[in-house]
């Protein structure tokens, strides 16, 4: 399910919701997903060290080394 926004807040809300989806969905080991999510999130506009701490262990557990490198500055 993608939403399409037309305005800067709710373009922050529909990251926002793509991220917590991405921690739930990496609190059930779905790395997959959760890798999905905090794509999604980072590409509209959110900015948090923390996805890409999440999304660098969702990538290290699928065996993505290079990406995971990457957001865990490695």
Partial sequence: MKVHC????EKHL???IYL??????FS???FPEAENDFDYALDKGLNNPKIYFR???ACLAQGKFDKAAVDLDI
């Avoid at 037309?6 to 807040?9: E, L």
């Avoid at 917590?20 to 969905?25: I, K, T």
């Fill in 20 to 25: 917590m989806r991405g921690l739930a969905r």
């Fill in 28 to 30: 059930q080991q779905k």
């Fill in 6 to 9: 037309t305005n800067t807040a």
């Fill in 55 to 57: 999304r660098g262990i």
């Fill in 14 to 16: 529909d990251a926002s």
